[in-house]
């Protein structure tokens, strides 16, 4: 069995109407990640078709967690709230889109997911793994300053924009849900927490 871990980016352009996203969903990508990652779920389609290659597809949505590099929003904000608080850097956090909405899952979770879909889900099938949960990124910079100890000032960076954002990611888990058995295990508070001490411990070493 052969798993491709393609990517709710995918999807790209999202109405609002159409959140919870299903697999069924248009794919509108609006990045050339996601194009690749259009190519990549495309190409596990066709070489199940074709040649009978035993191929699942994922589409995981938003996964985060300690280790997270600190090129993404989670890791990379909590990194530079870890800095603030040692003293690195001035009380000022710099971010991009803030009202962007994403369907967050632990990345424990979504590693469970990846091992149930090639023990549990069927060949030649789309799926999407997601927490069925949105929440800006607002929200979730507001969580992370909430569990520090110094207060900060919120400064949008023009460099973190992107030219065409994604607006809204939600997916619709049911389909997975219901071929492998998996649900979301971790709160995503204690994701946010488990995530700013990884970079406290890192900041603290001088690894970071």
């Not at 069995?1 to 109405?15: F, N, R």
């Not at 990124?137 to 110094?150: G, M, T």
């Not at 994604?166 to 849900?177: A, H, P, Q, T, Y």
Request: proline share 6%; net charge negative; with cysteine.
């Amino acid at each position: 069995m052969i798993q491709i871990a393609c990517s709710s980016e995918e999807y790209g352009l999202v109405y609002p109407e159409e959140t919870p996203i299903k697999e069924t969903n248009p794919l509108r990508p609006l990045s050339p990640y996601a194009v690749s990652k259009v190519t990549q779920d495309f190409l596990g389609y066709q070489y199940h078709q074709s040649y009978g290659i035993k191929v699942i597809r994922t589409r995981g949505f938003n996964h985060t967690g300690p280790r997270r590099g600190e090129v993404f929003v989670t890791s990379n904000f909590a990194s530079q709230l870890a800095r603030i608080e040692a003293g690195q850097r001035e009380p000022k956090i710099r971010v991009g889109n803030l009202d962007a909405i994403r369907d967050f899952t632990d990345v424990r979770d979504m590693v469970r997911a990846y091992w149930l879909a090639v023990t549990k889900a069927t060949p030649g099938e789309v799926y999407n793994i997601a927490s069925g949960d949105g929440i800006s990124i607002r929200e979730l910079l507001e969580r992370l300053i909430a569990l520090c100890k110094v207060e900060v000032e919120i400064e949008t960076d023009p460099a973190r924009l992107r030219p065409s954002d994604v607006e809204i990611l939600v997916g619709d888990n049911s389909k997975f849900c219901e071929a492998t058995g998996w649900k979301p295990q971790i709160p995503f508070d204690q994701t946010l927490a488990d995530t700013l001490e990884y970079w406290r411990a890192m900041v603290a070493s001088g690894a970071a």
